[in-house]
């Protein structure tokens, strides 16, 4: 029964100053290894965090990709002299950083996986709990069911009895409970724990032709699964090996069916792609749809013009009337004439009544991202010749102005422009922003071009052969070099590049999908060998091989 106060004692608890809200503690699951497995939930918290703290194995891809650039990260896996540090020390630090961070603050504690398995969660809230701390837990994707997945081995089947989850680091299991061949068994562990639990399965009575999978670095792209026997597992385990997850199970014997992630056409390749990070969002997407990891590596840095005069007269003109066309050729020339018109405090209200033209749907993405819709975009070739193919010739009784706008590189070609111009237009070609070759790449980069640490590289015009060789050097003969079109492929071969991709059309998408296509066939060819699939640069001498 509550007891009412009195009124004195009322007056004496009525706050005199404004609340403030107290920090709290988020335990995030971040999932097994592949940044995209982590929740919704995650990942607005994460992108609210003042302080980050990391488990034991580190997750700077998930705090990169989600979290703000000044967010502060704090390493509870390892201390100053590289120890492993204990839950309870661990416990302090979430708690030192949760009363630190100040009212209203947020701290993510990111643990691997699943919150709920392994991951000493217990002991972590309830230091929370006696530091009167409140707090959130996200549930994660975890290992158990993820790594089978991604290896393509179902954890239960018709045939299933029993699903059976087992940490090999900690001792006295009765294995004899997992000895049924029809049940399935998740072991989690060091792979010497996981050696000495099948050796032990084995003596329990699992049966010798037990099949076995063993996974390496689960669901990311350096995955490596390996099919096997109970009898054969531990001779398959060798001292070197990094094997964190085990499934015996008959469902082993679907691998060959359901395998999906390392059959990906590019699984596991390491591919460069040179253009600049606002311009290689698409073709690192789409490459890690096909299974590789790409390095952008800019070799171009753009720039203002060196005299704003003639940009500053081209945008007077487009928002007085001077112009029936504005041909747009690149991302670039679009971000450099908005950043003009926020400049001058205009924004795409000022192109009513213009026609506008993009060279090719990136290009039109980012005009309909600033509010624009192109009147105009080449279906075939999407370069300026394809731009110039559907361009209509000016007609004096449907065209009130004979005047077409270009707001373009420094180095633009004049192909465009003499088109436009035997076409019956007036064409101001103009100076929007200047491109200069980009500074070297980090000495680790320059060497893993030259030694063939890389299985491709993809170049989207002449310019990004030139400036790469020019700046980091020549790719390794053992690098498969895709290219954009027949220009770009000329440029290379000049240089002394064997071209192995030419992309179907002239897009960056397209030429992601060419080098993919390539992916196959040497898996084909391998297949039709009966030998191993092996990536480019696995092919190279022995001795020129790094650690990835």
Known sequence: MTRSRQPSEQMASTPTATTTTPSRVAFVGSGPGDPGLLTLRGRDLLAAADVVILDRITRDDVVRAFARPDVEVIDAGHGEQGQELTQAVRARLLVKAAKAVGPGGLVVRLMDGDPGTFNGLVEEVHACHRASLSFDIVPGVSAVSAVPTYAGIPLTTKGTSAVHIVSTDKSGHDWSRYASDTDTLVLLGRPDSIRSALGALLAAGRPAEALVSLTSRGTTFAQTSVSTTLGQAERTL???????????????????????????????????????????????????????????????????????????????????????????????????????????????????????????????????????????VPTGEQSAAGLLEVWPEFDEVLDPINRVLLPRADIATETLVAGLREGGWEVDDVTAYRTVRAAPPAVEIRDAIKGGDYDAVLFTSSSTVRNLVGIAGKPHTATVVACIGPA????????????????????ALSLVDALAGHGVGLAVAAAEAGQPVQRPSDKRPASRRRAR
């Open 238 to 376: 060798t001292s070197s090996d990094d094997t964190s997850l085990a499934v015996v199970s008959p469902n082993v014997g679907l691998r060959d069916e359901l395998s999906w992630f390392e059959t990906k056409p590019l699984f596991g390749w390491k591919v460069l792609v040179p253009r600049t990070q606002a311009q290689a969002g698409s073709m690192v997407d789409r490459l890690s749809g096909y299974g590789a990891t790409a390095d952008v590596v800019p070799t171009i840095s753009v720039e203002p013009p060196r005299t704003p005069q003639q940009m500053e007269k081209a945008v007077k003109g487009l928002v007085t009337g001077r112009y029936e066309w504005v041909g747009f050729t690149s991302v670039n020339a679009v971000r450099a004439v908005r950043e003009r018109f926020e400049d001058f405090g205009l924004d795409a209200r000022a192109f009513a009544g213009l026609k506008v033209a993009a060279v090719g749907g990136v290009t039109a993405a980012a005009l309909r991202d600033w509010g624009i819709n192109p009147d105009l």
């Open 488 to 507: 770009t492929a000329k440029t290379a071969q000049e240089h002394g590049l064997r071209v192995d991709v030419l992309a179907a059309e002239a897009s």
